[in-house]
Structure formats: C-alpha cells, structure tokens
C-alpha cells in the first residue's frame, strides 16, 4: 500500500503516473480515451502502467468530464429560481458587447429556457436584512412544472444570498421535500460574493452538470473498488487541491477546470524542488497554448473565470476558485494565414488531429506550426513521436510555398516568420499573467510543459530574461504528475465591506477565524489527513474604488497597519500608484485551507557517468537566433551533470527540446533539463 | 512598407502596441472609483503617432472610436510639437475641439524620444461629475454648453512631470464630487504613463525605426481591410430619412437624412438636409458624429479587427456647420450620445440594403440613460446614479434580434449588477426582466426584447430623477415585411400617479417613490407569417409571444390548454 496514483483523462489520452512512496520510483502508464466509457480508459492505464490497483493507498484523478458537460451541452434539463421580479437576469447577463462593431452580435443563451425560470417572492437588503419574508407557497407552479416537464436539477439564486443564504437554504429543503432525486444547488452554497448575474451563472451550471457528475464518479468508484482498489479517491478541483467524491458531487462546478490546474500545481511542486517559489509555467498542446504564474510557491486563483469567453464573445461566468490560466490558440497545429490587409496570422484556428499539419500527409494543406518547425529542421521527421508517425518535409514546404509565394518569401523565411510570430503570441500570454499584473519575469523560472512546451521554451524564455528555463521530464504527462502531488484544498470567501480605519484587529480577526472554522471543518468532514493549514488573504480598495487587490495576510495576530501597508504596496506594483492616506475598504475576506501535502518521492538518482555521444547533427534555424549546425542528443542517454552548451537539440518520443546558441544545458539529478539563458 | 524593414518584427511590434491599449484600459478600469468606469466600462484608451493618427485602441466604447484623432490634433495645433514637454499630461473635454461632451475628459500624454514627440499615449473617461446645473452635470433641458459644467480646453494637467494643484484645485472647485472626480484624474494618468512605458520599451528592444515603421504598418494594414471589404460590397447609392423624437427643450421631431455612396473601395456620407442645431442639449459636434459613422464602417468592413486610423482611410463625410450633427459653440451637446445613436442609426438604416450579412433591422437605438440624484440619509454625501440600459436589437438575415443587449453606441461595456447599486445607492432594485409585454418586432426573424428595470428610492434625501430617451415615439425600423420595433421611455411612480417622459429635466422623488425605464424591442425582419411554426409554439412556452399575438400576427394556432401545435389552424390562418 505505498503507491499513489494519479490519472489525468484528456481528449486523446488518458495518462497515468503511479509514485512509489517507498522507493520514488515513477511509473508511466498511458492509454487512449475511451469517451463511451470514460473509467475504462483509466482501468486501461493502470494496466498499462503495471500497477496493482490493491498497492494503492491514495487515487488522485483529474477530469474533463465537467468541462467537457459544458461545452458539448450534454448536462440535465435544469431549473432555475430567483427572487420575485427577477427571472430574467440569467438572460440579460451583463449586456455588453466584447465583438463591440458587430452589429449582428449574438449572446450566449442561457442554460435554463424561460419556462424553467421561477420566481419567489421574498426580500433581503445589501446587509442581509429581511425586508420581506419568504412565500414558500410561490413554489407550486415550480414544482408543478418541474414534475411535467421532467426537470433534473434546480439552482436557486436569490437576491443578496451572499449576505443572507436562510432563505436559498429554506427554498431548497422545501424542492429537495417536493422534488425527490432531483439534485438542488444553492448559490451561496458555491460563492459568497455579490453580483446576481455572475452567482446565478455559476449555479446554474453547477446544477446543469451534477447529474452527469453523480453518474461519472459513481461508475469511476464502482469500476476502480471492482478492480480491487479499496484506498480512497480524491478529485483535483480548479483552484489546484483535491476533495473527496462526495464533495466533487455536491458542488461539481469546482472540478471545471481540473486537468489544467494539475499542471500548475505540478509547476509550482517542481519549483519547490529546485528552490524556486517564483515560477512562469507554460504548456503547449495541439492546439492551444496554456501560461499561469505561481508567486511564493502558490499558484494564483481567481473567481473572474469564464467558459468559452473569448475576446469576441462574452461567455459564462463561474464564480468559484479557478487557477488563474491565460489560454491562446497557439499550439503545433495553429494554421498561418494571410489576412485581408496583407499580414501573415498564426491561428486560433488549428489543423487539429485531422487532417493535422500538412506534413502529417493526411490531406492538410496550410502550413501550421508544426510544418514550419519541419521547415526549420527542428523536428526530425524521421523521430517525430519517437519514430511513430513520418513526417513529410516536401508536403510541408509545398504549404508554406503556397502561402509564402505571393509575399515573395521563400518557404524558409517564411517558416521562421511563422515561429516568431506565434513565439510573440505566446510571449503576449506570458506577458498578460506576469507583466501586465505588476511581475518582473528576470524573477521567474520558466517551466515548459506539453508537446510543444520544450520546443519554444528558450526562445520564449530569452525574450522575457527569465532567470533559466526548465523543461521536466515526462513533459507530456505533466499535468497527472502534478495531481500525484496535490494536496486536499478548501476555499471559502465572505463578502462583507470594512473600512480598515475604522475596524478593530479584533473584529477582523473574528470574521477570518469564522472561515477558518469552516474550512477545517469541511476539510476533516472529507477525510484529509495531515497537518491542516490556513492562509488568510483580503480582498481589498481605496474607498470609491470598485475593483480590488487580493493582499495575503501576514502570519500571526491580525495588524491593520500592516495590512494597509501591503496593500499599498500591492497597489503601486500592479497600478504604479497608490493613494497613502486615502480611506482603505477590506470587501471580502479569503481563506484557503489545505489538508497537508504529499511528500514529493525522492527520484531514483541518473547515473553520473558517461559522456553521451550526440545522436547525429543538423543545421537547425533558431527562428530569431539564426541557422546554426547543432548536435543532437538522446534525452534518455543524457546522465545527470551533464552540461553543454548550445546549439542544441534534445529529443525524446514526446517532445523536441532546443537550448539555442549562446545558452547552455544542464542535466540535474532529477532528469530536468535546465537551459540557462547567458 | 520599406523593404529595408523585417517585416514579422514589424507584425509583432503591432501586436504589442494592440497590447498596451489593453493594459491601459486594465489600469484605468481598476483603478477608478466611479462606477460608471469600472461597472460600466464608459471610458477608451489608446496610442495615437505623432500626426495624431490612432494606432491602437481598446474595446470599449464604439462612440470614442473617432474622437482620439481630432482631440490630440486640436492640442497640436495649440501647442504645437514643440511646445510639448517630456512629462506633460494635457487634459480636453471640449466638444467642438473633437470631443463628446463636457463629462468626457481626455488625458493625453505625449511620448518622448530624444527629446521629439514620437506618440501620444491617450486616456477618455467619463467623470460622473464635472458641475454644472445638475448633479450629473448633464440637464436634459440645458440650452448652452455653460450648464454642462467646466470646460478644460487642453489645459496642461502635469506640466513636466509635476501636477498642476492650480489646475487641480480648480476643476476640484468646481465640481460636486471632487474624489470621485480626482480618482479618475489619477486613473486616467496611471494608464496614458502605462501607454508610454510599454511604447519606450518597444523603442529600447526594437528601434526608433521600427516602431515608427510598425506604426506605418498597423493605418496600412488597417486601410488594407477596409477596402478589400468595401470591395465585396456593390457599389451604389443608399438613402435613409429619420427624426429624432424631441431635444429636451422641446418635443418637436427633428428631421435628419443621410446619403451614402458606396464606390469600388470607398464610401461616402453625405449628411445635408438634417435639421439646424437644436436648442436642447442632444447635439453633437462634428467629432462624435464621426465617430458615430466609424462604427458603422467598422461594421460592415471588418467587425472584428484591432481599431485604427487606417480602417477609415476609405470613408469620406459631408456635413454642413451648425446642424444637430455639427453643433457650434455655444449649443449644449450634454446629450450627444443621443444624437449620435440617432446618426449612427440612420447610417445603419441607409446601407442594411447593401450588407444583410452585417447589418439587420433598427435597434432601441437610445442609449436610455436615467438619472437618480440626491443625498443618501446614511452617510449624508450627494449621490448620482447613472444607468444607460439595454435594450431590443432587430432582427436580421442571420436571425432573432438579441434581448437586452447594450446600444450600438456603447460597446463593451455592462450594465449594473442589482446587488451592487443597492450597496452603492440609496435604492432598491424592486425589478429587471425582460419586457416582454410590448408586443411588436414581429417577423421571420423578430426583434429582440427590452427591458423593464425598477429603482424604488430608499433612504434617499432631497432627491429628482431625469433623463433623455429617445425612440419614446419614433419606433424601430423594420427590414422585409417585418413589425417596427416598440418605444423606450421612463415612468415615475409617484403616490397614485404614473407621468410617462421621454426627455425630462427633473422629477423631484419622495423616499419610497418607484422610476421605472423601460425599453423596447427592435424591428422585425421579414414576414412574420413566414416564421416557422415549431418557433412560435417555444415563443409561446417561455411566454415572450402571447396566445393572440400568434395568431393575429404570425397566423399560428395553438390549442389554449395544451400549448400544442394545431397545424389545420395555422394552414387557415396563413391562407392555405
């Protein structure tokens, strides 16, 4: 009973990584997604990987079956009710028009019709006051038609239930009596922040997606006890910790973005290792690119999340804790295009799987990333997936011959353009969570995951001066590596505006140790084990203002002084000013708790001898750099302390690493491949 | 483009000045502290060259596409390149030297390199206050641009580098809420200083020359589209003719008309034969209106594209002085975004024959913006509510109009949370749906809804409502066969009385008394008997069309108890 399992199910892949608590010795399992039946794919994993699921003392998964619920519109008929005069607000959403010249501009509809949408009467103040009392009768025609038209699942979301839940509360109890079997989500339940819209969203999508969850995790639980496994299974929310199945059921919505959070925990753990709190994280896929940063060894979360926002299109707002990910579409299969005034555009549209780049000779015929990276001699197609799958390099020049004759440009420079373009996109991203939030990257390490990850990373690491790059072994399962080591995880926030002149260490002190209590109680509810801890942070303004900076607490007695003068600070390094003296509101409060994190397994030590020959050498263009003969070596022959300078090119079957001309690699114990940038 | 320049640093150069409007706007939004800025989102930021052309701008507000040029030419012209200084922040709120209105003011800050003037780095934001006759600063009934509070004619706000106090102490003087108002001072500087480091960064990596080049290339690059798309469209002459239903002063229709020519890639409005200046305050000036028209052309050129100067390079305006679209000193321009939406509308109306892809049928139009001000009992400090509301869009080749969805004038920007008005305001939000009510837009495609939203004050000391709603009687214009839309208008419930306006100066409000705006739906598109059956019945299920509103309007039957389809009733009704 030593090992700990950790499964990721993504689009094509379901990967597995099985620690040894004993040993540290990792094991690799992967396995294709089985979308019919998703538990087989893990099932299969585990086969793959060797791994007697009866040695198991702790299952961590992560899932795309929230998300994926979501976007492909697959979850319950659900209801919705809201306070008297306010069955619309789920429609109206915020009104606004992000494709603002579009006059032909569509909404996002909403999850729940109209006729599924119900009020009550009943009325709380911004204080939490009952103005009026709830009319629990108003529910009739509700339930009523909830019964006829075989409703699954309702949401409540009644007016200032941030300040006031009783009633949300009262309103449930009365459809969970009416309604047996169908699931009820309360929205104060999820969050405790105002805006009616945005909490109304959340709900009801939490709703929306909890029968699809109840069943998925109920059949994962069956198939996996069935195999023999008898330790617990934890799931990997969206802010990057874990919770029990049973929690992953009530409040489903937090699992929305389970996979990507993994990998940044996974970041933020293998910055821990190398004694580096401060870490710029990127992982590059098929299609799009994924950057977060991590300050003091804790990745940032935010609860401004949208799905399928885009910078055209308004979205869905769910207001829980999500990993603060800043996601382009820029990957290997982003298509170069021309645009009307005559400039050449790298994506968001991608060649996908299929038909793929051109080079896949499956029918593709724009270039994309990955023909223009053939073009440069980056990709060897003869090793492209470690030799599975043959790349060929005259179907990719044909493309970018296409597209590059008539600029006159040779598909070479044409190649390199492309690169450097979709290197300046994903510095963009990388810029918008570092930069633009107030960051210096020179006090970062760039850890790069994903296919696609080790192949831009010195570029793009060279252009931010980031203090060194480090490219982790097994790069493409990063993300399940990163949910072996995640730890149980419990947010709760209170909305509830003071002014810090005038509030008492003492009375702030009560309102976080409220939280705390609820936090641990929620986290020894659901079995964490370990040593709890518990960070307190406030969300705070200048008085007048709107929007609010999230400064960390101190540890120890609550100090007003201090407080103000961190936020000070904050707000002269995200704004370039601050207004000392101003009147300074705390709006709401904020803690985390976490259940004891899982020791990372000391690795199996790489030999430290040997001097690997280079597998071969070729002529490599270094997209800004130049075109430069480089030596290729085996990542796997590479033995620790091995260091070189560049230009290089490192490969494995999942990826391509360069370390450009004027760097220099070095192989630590752990196999990470560092690149030191001068 | 010169040969001698890489051209992919020159793309990725673009991009980033395109990335450092967004930040500055990111700063601006998070910093203000009037809720009209970081609720509403009524501000614009942006880059512009030396010759005052703009090469990057944020999503924001579509009315400020036009105006950033005109503003920084008018401080041009005043102090000329050289009599800027490195540090210096001008500020302009003037309507006729580009501007919008009194309440709009503009920070501009020049970028120097070596001593020369190499961009501008710009900032609009609407300041809730800025004095006048009314808390608000904007009276409906206002007859000289005097009662629409200071005026700040490009003055120097940070004189190389140091604040003026004088200047600063004499606008706090003169308005009602100086910190609201010097917050969003200091959040206007914080994002034109964000636009100038991001802009000297670019110069420290790349090179004078290449950002000068990339400048270049984002107006040809922007120039570049829009004729290719004008290109696509059929070249010809287009008319339309509209009123605008009263100016505050008086409830007179204003005629106003429009026509358009569409060349091979060009396009041209000629807009002789509106009516003369309006006495009340929904004027606007030649800057506005501009920028009224730019949004259309952005519309049926290339929608989805970074703004810039470029895009613009095709589009060509006539307008002879001193009309309702080209006011002159001293006319009251309070309300522009009235007669602008009204512009913007018309020119709309002119070309939706040319683009059924891009343009459907007319929208509420008004941005139907309503005031709330008085003394709040609890802290005894003057408020002022400002909500511009969503409404109904017409119906279009591509579909139903969208429901509750901000005016063409406005853009990116979101109306306000109910929980969050009643923490900041002396008022309970009693009401928001949809106003489904109204009937009208009927068509194969109908228009979308409005909506009916409720403030009952409470708590509220000395306090009057206004506002200036247009389309209260002239009502959405329909496309093939379609129902006009319905009217927008104000209600204020007072004892017994309800007293519906469109345009009104000031309704004095009791505590517990109820405004209620109301806004209507957009026009139809085509014959609504032509709209399919199965759609009417879901219309009828979530209740947006009534039992009768079927049958009469789009000859469909339903049986009353069931919601069912009756198909041999609907065949009588639509005649076979």
């Known amino acids: 009973m030593t090992l700990r399992l950790a499964t990721d199910i993504g689009g094509t892949f379901t990967d597995l990584v099985a620690f040894d608590e004993e040993t540290g010795a990792l094991t690799i399992g992967k396995?294709?997604?089985?979308?019919?039946?998703?538990?087989?794919?893990?099932?299969?994993?585990?086969?793959?990987?060797?791994?007697?699921?009866?040695?198991?003392?702790?299952?961590?998964?992560?899932?795309?079956?929230?998300?994926?619920?979501?976007?492909?519109?697959?979850?319950?008929?659900?209801?919705?009710?809201?306070?008297?005069?306010?069955r619309d607000v789920l429609e109206i959403g915020r009104g606004n028009r992000p494709d603002m010249y579009n006059l032909v501009s569509r909404k996002p509809p909403p999850f729940v019709p109209r006729r599924h949408r119900f009020e009550v009467r009943g009325r709380v103040d911004r204080h939490g006051a009952v103005l009026r009392p709830l009319e629990l009768d108003d529910l009739e025609p509700a339930v009523e038609a909830c019964r006829r038209d075989g409703v699954e699942a309702v949401a409540v979301c009644l007016l200032h239930s941030y300040a006031h839940p009783e009633h949300e509360q009262a309103v449930r109890e009365a459809l969970v009596a009416a309604l047996p079997g169908v699931p009820v989500t309360t929205s104060s339940d999820l969050t405790r922040e105002w805006r009616e819209y945005e909490r109304s969203s959340t709900a009801v999508l939490n709703a929306y997606v909890q029968p699809t969850v109840e069943r998925y995790l109920g059949a994962l639980e069956d198939r996996l006890a069935a195999g023999g496994l008898r330790a617990p299974v934890r799931i990997v929310q969206s802010n990057g910790g874990t919770t029990s199945v049973g929690a992953a059921r009530r409040t489903p919505i937090r699992l929305v973005e389970s996979g990507p959070a993994a990998g940044v925990l996974?970041?933020?753990?293998?910055?821990?290792?190398?004694?580096?709190?401060?870490?710029?994280?990127?992982?590059?896929?098929?299609?799009?690119?994924?950057?977060?940063?991590?300050?003091?060894?804790?990745?940032?979360?935010?609860?401004?999340?949208?799905?399928?926002?885009?910078?055209?299109?308004?979205?869905?707002?769910?207001?829980?804790?999500?990993?603060?990910?800043?996601?382009?579409?820029?990957?290997?299969?982003?298509?170069?295009?021309?645009?009307?005034?005559?400039?050449?555009?790298?994506?968001?549209?991608?060649?996908?799987?299929?038909?793929?780049?051109?080079?896949?000779?499956?029918?593709?015929?724009?270039?994309?990333?990955?023909?223009?990276?053939?073009?440069?001699?980056?990709?060897?197609?003869?090793?492209?997936?470690?030799?599975?799958?043959?790349?060929?390099?005259?179907?990719?020049?044909?493309?970018?011959?296409?597209?590059?004759?008539?600029?006159?440009?040779?598909?070479?420079?044409?190649?390199?353009?492309?690169?450097?373009?979709?290197?300046?996109?994903?510095?963009?991203?990388?810029?918008?969570?570092?930069?633009?939030?107030?960051?210096?990257?020179?006090?970062?390490?760039?850890?790069?995951?994903?296919?696609?990850?080790?192949?831009?990373?010195?570029?793009?690491g060279a252009e931010l001066q980031v203090k060194r790059v480090v490219i982790p072994p097994h790069s493409g399962v990063f993300s399940a590596w990163g949910m072996g080591l995640s730890e149980a995880r419990v947010d709760a926030a209170q909305t509830r505006v003071l002014v810090t002149s005038g509030s008492s260490p003492e009375e702030l002190d009560a309102v976080f140790a409220r939280l705390e209590r609820e936090v641990?109680?929620?986290?020894?509810?659901?079995?964490?084990?370990?040593?709890?801890r518990c960070e307190r942070s406030a969300d705070m303004r200048y008085r007048g203002q709107e929007h609010a900076v999230r400064v960390p607490l101190?540890?120890?007695?609550?100090?007003?002084?201090?407080?103000?003068?961190?936020?000070?600070?904050?707000h002269r390094q995200k704004y370039t000013f601050d207004l000392e003296g101003d009147p300074v509101e705390i709006v709401?409060?904020?803690?985390?708790?976490?259940?004891?994190?899982?020791?990372?397994?000391?690795?199996?030590?790489?030999?430290?001898?040997g001097r690997p020959t280079p597998k071969g050498r070729r002529r490599v263009d270094f997209d800004a750099d130049g075109v430069h003969e480089a030596a290729v070596h085996d990542r796997d022959a590479l033995p620790a302390g091995f260091r070189a300078p560049g230009p290089l090119v490192i490969e494995d079957e999942t990826t391509t690493a360069l370390v450009h001309p004027g760097q220099s690699l070095e192989v630590d114990a752990a196999g990470n491949l560092i690149v030191c940038l001068q | 483009m010169e040969e001698r320049f890489d051209p992919f640093a020159v793309e990725i150069l673009k991009d980033k000045l395109a990335a450092a409007a967004d930040e500055m706007g990111v700063v601006l939004a998070r910093t203000s502290m009037s809720p009209i800025v970081y609720e509403v989102?009524?501000?614009?930021?942006?880059?512009?060259?030396?010759?005052?052309?703009?090469?990057?701008?944020?999503?924001?507000?579509?009315?400020?596409?036009?105006?950033?040029?005109?503003?920084?030419?008018?401080?041009?012209?005043?102090?000329?390149?050289?009599?800027?200084?490195?540090?210096?922040?001008?500020?302009?709120?003037?309507?006729?030297?580009?501007?919008?209105?009194?309440?709009?003011?503009?920070?501009?800050?020049?970028?120097?390199?070596?001593?020369?003037?190499?961009?501008?780095?710009?900032?609009?934001?609407?300041?809730?206050?800025?004095?006048?006759?009314?808390?608000?600063?904007?009276?409906?009934?206002?007859?000289?641009?005097?009662?629409?509070?200071?005026?700040?004619?490009?003055?120097?706000?940070?004189?190389?580098?140091?604040?003026?106090?004088?200047?600063?102490?004499?606008?706090?003087?003169?308005?009602?809420?100086?910190?609201?108002?010097?917050?969003?001072?200091?959040?206007?500087?914080?994002?034109?200083?964000?636009?100038?480091?991001?802009?000297?960064?670019?110069?420290?990596?790349?090179g004078l020359e290449l950002v000068l080049a990339s400048f270049e290339r984002v107006l040809e690059h922007g120039e570049q589209t829009a004729r290719a798309a004008l290109r696509r469209i059929p070249n010809g002459v287009y008319r339309a003719e509209d009123v605008i239903d009263g100016d505050g002063v008086s409830d007179t229709h204003l005629p106003i008309a429009v026509t358009v020519t569409l060349g091979d890639d060009w396009i041209h409005a000629d807009f002789t034969g509106c009516a003369p200046q309006a006495a009340g305050p929904v004027n606007c000036a030649t800057g506005a209106l501009l920028s009224a028209c730019k949004t259309v052309v952005r519309a049926i050129t290339a929608p989805d594209a970074r703004s810039n100067d470029g895009f613009f390079a095709p589009f060509s305006l006539t307008i002879p002085p001193g009309t309702v679209f080209s006011a002159e000193p001293p006319a009251p321009t309070g309300w522009y975004y009235e007669g602008a939406a009204f512009a913007n509308d018309l020119l709309w109306k002119a070309l939706a024959p040319a683009c059924p892809e891009r343009l459907g049928a007319g929208s509420y139009t008004s941005l139907c913006c309503s005031y709330v001000v008085g003394r709040d009992a609890e802290t005894d400090e003057l408020f002022v509510l400002a909500e511009p509301n969503v409404g109904g869009w017409g119906g279009s080749a591509l579909g139903d109009g969208e429901s509750a969805l901000i005016a063409t004038t406005d853009g990116d920007t979101y109306n306000f949370p109910a929980e969050v008005v009643e923490a900041r305001f002396p008022v309970l939000v009693e009401r928001y749906e949809?106003?489904?009510?109204?009937?009208?837009?009927?068509?194969?495609?109908?228009?979308?809804?409005?909506?009916?939203?409720?403030?009952?004050l409470r708590g509220g000391v000395d306090a009057y409502g206004y506002g200036s709603i247009g389309g209260s009687e002239r009502r959405p214009w329909a496309v093939g066969g379609g129902?006009?839309?319905?009217?927008?208008?104000?209600?204020?419930?007072?004892?017994?009385?309800?007293?519906?306006?469109?345009?009104?100066?000031?309704?004095?409000?009791?505590?517990?008394?109820?405004?209620?705006?109301?806004?209507?739906?957009?026009?139809?598109?085509g014959d609504p008997r032509e709209r399919e059956p199965e759609r009417i019945r879901e219309d009828v299920l979530d209740g947006y069309v009534s039992l009768a509103h079927a049958r009469e309007v789009y000859g469909v039957a339903l049986d009353p108890r069931t919601l069912e389809l009756d198909l041999a009733g609907t065949a009588a009704l639509r005649g076979g």
Not at chain 1, 42 to 71: F, K, R
Not at chain 1, 588 to 609: E, N, Q
Not at chain 2, 67 to 80: A, K, M, N, R, W
């Open chain 1, 31 to 86: 396995a294709s997604t089985t979308p019919a039946d998703l538990p087989q794919g893990v099932l299969d994993a585990v086969t793959a990987a060797g791994v007697s699921l009866g040695e198991v003392a702790e299952l961590v998964h992560g899932t795309t079956v929230v998300i994926n619920a979501l976007t492909e519109r697959r979850g319950a008929r659900t209801a919705l009710v809201t306070t008297e005069g306010f």
């Open chain 1, 266 to 460: 996974g970041a933020a753990r293998l910055g821990e290792e190398l004694g580096e709190a401060n870490v710029l994280y990127l992982d590059i896929g098929g299609t799009t690119a994924k950057c977060s940063l991590i300050e003091n060894g804790e990745p940032k979360t935010t609860t401004e999340y949208r799905i399928e926002w885009r910078p055209d299109y308004a979205g869905y707002p769910i207001m829980v804790p999500v990993v603060d990910i800043v996601e382009i579409g820029a990957g290997g299969g982003s298509i170069a295009w021309l645009d009307d005034g005559g400039s050449v555009r790298v994506g968001p549209r991608s060649a996908a799987a299929e038909p793929g780049p051109a080079c896949y000779g499956r029918g593709g015929e724009s270039p994309t990333v990955t023909d223009a990276k053939l073009a440069a001699s980056v990709l060897d197609p003869e090793y492209f997936l470690g030799g599975r799958l043959r790349l060929h390099p005259r179907l990719a020049e044909e493309a970018l011959r296409r597209l590059g004759a008539p600029l006159g440009l040779a598909p070479t420079e044409l190649a390199n353009g492309i690169i450097r373009l979709v290197n300046a996109n994903m510095i963009s991203a990388l810029k918008l969570v570092s930069v633009r939030r107030g960051y210096d990257p020179r006090d970062f390490v760039l850890v790069a995951a994903g296919g696609g990850g080790p192949m831009h990373a010195a570029a793009l």
């Open chain 1, 520 to 532: 641990t109680d929620a986290l020894v509810a659901e079995g964490a084990a370990g040593s709890l």
């Open chain 1, 554 to 570: 101190r540890p120890g007695p609550v100090s007003v002084a201090a407080i103000e003068a961190d936020f000070h600070a904050l």
């Open chain 1, 588 to 609: 709401t409060c904020h803690v985390s708790g976490f259940g004891g994190r899982a020791l990372l397994p000391a690795p199996p030590t790489r030999s430290r001898t």
């Open chain 2, 41 to 206: 989102l009524d501000f614009a930021c942006g880059l512009t060259d030396a010759q005052a052309r703009v090469v990057a701008q944020t999503n924001g507000l579509t009315l400020f596409t036009g105006t950033f040029g005109p503003q920084v030419e008018s401080l041009i012209s005043d102090y000329g390149l050289d009599g800027m200084r490195e540090g210096d922040v001008f500020a302009t709120n003037v309507p006729y030297r580009g501007g919008t209105h009194t309440c709009d003011v503009c920070l501009v800050k020049p970028i120097f390199v070596d001593g020369g003037v190499i961009a501008f780095a710009v900032s609009i934001t609407h300041w809730i206050e800025i004095g006048g006759a009314v808390p608000g600063s904007i009276p409906p009934d206002a007859t000289e641009i005097f009662q629409e509070g200071l005026q700040l004619p490009g003055v120097r706000v940070y004189d190389a580098g140091h604040r003026s106090e004088a200047i600063v102490d004499l606008i706090a003087a003169n308005i009602r809420l100086p910190r609201t108002g010097l917050g969003d001072l200091n959040a206007g500087v914080a994002a034109v200083a964000i636009g100038e480091r991001r802009v000297l960064e670019a110069r420290e990596r790349y």
């Open chain 2, 434 to 456: 949809l106003n489904v009510g109204a009937g009208g837009g009927a068509g194969r495609h109908r228009g979308g809804f409005g909506v009916v939203r409720e403030y009952r």
């Open chain 2, 483 to 525: 129902d006009k839309g319905t009217t927008n208008y104000l209600e204020y419930v007072r004892g017994a009385s309800v007293e519906r306006h469109g345009r009104v100066a000031r309704v004095p409000l009791a505590d517990g008394e109820l405004v209620r705006s109301i806004t209507g739906t957009g026009g139809g598109f």
